[in-house]
RNA sequence: GGAGAGGUGCCAGAGUGGUCGAAUGGGCUCGCCUGGAAAGUGAGUGUACGGUGUUGAGCCGUACCGAGGGUUCGAAUCCCUCCUUCUCCGCCA
């Protein structure tokens, strides 16, 4: 969410910064509801006073043994008035607050202006490109040579956008987030956490997930519904929503392996070949919560870790930056990792580091007590993948494959394959 | 799922219709005392929003005692619904 003060100072100035996002904010309109509101505002605190300035009156000429039915009398009408113009004020605040939810966040100033990711800006590229002396398969034909995907079986449980991993591929899918869990622990000071893959709307709704996109999530037939977590990044960052953190406790570091369920909708079509879009996958997510002055750097320390994870597994990838118009919706400045995929012949996205500024924060009131003002003020939220593992197995599979279809198994892997060298 | 008991400020814990933003104790902050410290002692110590303002000192007001609704001139206190914690029973990984 927006500072509702800075919305209110100079509207001009958010809906000129909020147009490269895509988001057209009708600013007269918004003026007329915010004066609205506070001449509402002002009149319901004013007869809220009155009211608490009688009851006070009647207690006291109560106590003194005075006949109180005059001053009855007089408040009579207040309470009517009151409840008027209460349910008035309650109905414009919660258009406006429903408004403010909808907003996307402010991009940095650094972020190129943009429309789609035509205009995404390459940052850096790491590693080298795989060569063969074969014509490299991708990894739809990998998994129907060595048999280890069965696209068939999961159609039949559930339908498409979902997949089988059998034998080998199944357990390197397992090291792999195994793997990435004990580096981020071990190496980059993450705490690694488990967490419920239902949670509520208000939990969606801090990390901006609710209300605008709830299509794209699957919810429970209760009432309320749960929702299934799209990625860990809504559990995680929601662990410190509503409280005050210490000052002591910050930077803190989160990480967790969950599935994520997305719908996908308005997807149809893309993505349909193979396990690269799907409505459930495994994600390993790094989740930071931190001061303010602190975040820009954070980002960089976030996207560095997940790139790391691919310098262990030794596969080429790039780093983008997203341009203001194919930014995430809570986002203030995002890096796209792409991994190399010899099938493809192309970098595929495979993690997603975003810096959400104060936009998370003061949906979910996460603040810190900064020990300068002695105040609680809203922290910073930082996530970003690292990585996906359904895409980081791809990424295995394409540039690790031999001729015969079987997978050589990096070297950072074997650990957690007993030792196992190849799948086949 | 059934029965019972709770949810109050940083913590503990009073408060069963009126002057309660809330006693008391602890903690914390600042000061006194001390050579220094402990003990003792004095004062202060929530959040959000609105108005005003010499614009981030202050002053005035409103809301908040799990959440939402209701009764009442007036609710932390009464009623209803929901959430949640604990104990016992059932069930279960």
């Given amino acids: ?107 940095l100033p650094d972020v190129p202006q943009g429309n789609d990711e035509n205009d995404n800006v390459e940052i850096r590229k790491w590693g080298e490109l795989p060569q063969f002396n074969f014509e490299p398969r991708d990894h739809v034909e990998l998994g129907e040579v060595t048999g280890m995907i069965d696209a068939q079986a999961a159609v039949k449980l559930s339908g498409t956008r979902f997949v089988v991993l059998k034998s080998g591929l199944s357990r390197m899918h397992r090291a792999l987030a195994q793997f990435m869990l004990d580096v981020h622990t071990q190496e980059h000071g993450y705490m690694e956490v488990y967490l419920p893959y239902l949670v509520n709307a208000a939990t969606m709704t801090g990390t901006g997930q609710l209300p605008k996109f709830e299509d794209d999530a699957f919810a429970t037939t209760d009432d309320p519904p749960l929702y299934l977590i799209p990625t860990a990044e809504v ?135 900064n020990p300068e003002s002695g105040k609680p003020e809203l922290v910073h939220t930082l996530n970003g993948s690292g990585l996906a593992v359904g895409r980081t197995l791809i990424a295995v599979m394409e540039n690790y494959q031999q001729q015969d279809g079987s997978i050589k198994v990096p070297k950072v892997l074997r650990p957690y394959m007993n030792g196992q060298k190849i799948i086949r």
């Fill in 1 to 107: 969410m927006l500072d509702p003060q800075l919305l209110r100072t100079d509207p001009e100035a958010v809906a000129a910064a909020l147009k490269p996002r895509g988001y057209e904010l009708d600013v007269a309109a918004w003026r007329e509801l915010e004066s609205r509101r506070k001449e509402l505002q002002i009149h319901v605190q004013e007869l809220q006073n009155q009211k608490n300035q009688s009851a006070k009156s009647i207690g006291q000429a109560k106590a003194r043994g005075e006949d109180i039915q005059p001053l009855l009398d007089e408040v009579r009408h207040l309470g009517e008035e009151l409840g008027r113009s209460e349910s008035e004020f309650n109905e414009v605040q919660s258009r406006q607050q429903g408004w403010l939810l909808e907003m996307p966040n402010l991009a």
């Fill in 235 to 369: 559990p995680m960052t929601n662990l410190v929503a509503g409280e005050i953190i210490d000052a002591d406790d910050l930077p803190m570091r989160f990480t967790s392996q969950t599935p994520c369920f997305r719908r996908e909708a308005g997807s149809y079509g893309k993505d349909t070949r193979g396990i690269i879009r799907q409505h459930q996958f495994e994600k390993v997510e790094l989740v930071q919560i931190v001061r303010p002055e602190n975040s820009n750097s954070a980002l960089d320390d976030l996207t560095g870790h997940a790139e790391s994870i691919l310098q262990h597994l030794i596969i080429p990838y790039r780093v983008i930056i997203l341009c203001t118009g194919d930014m995430g919706f809570a986002s203030a400045r995002t890096y796209d990792i792409e991994v190399w995929l010899p099938g493809q012949d192309r970098y595929r996205e495979i993690s997603s580091c975003s810096v959400c500024t104060d936009f998370q924060a003061r949906r979910m009131k996460a603040r810190w007590r």
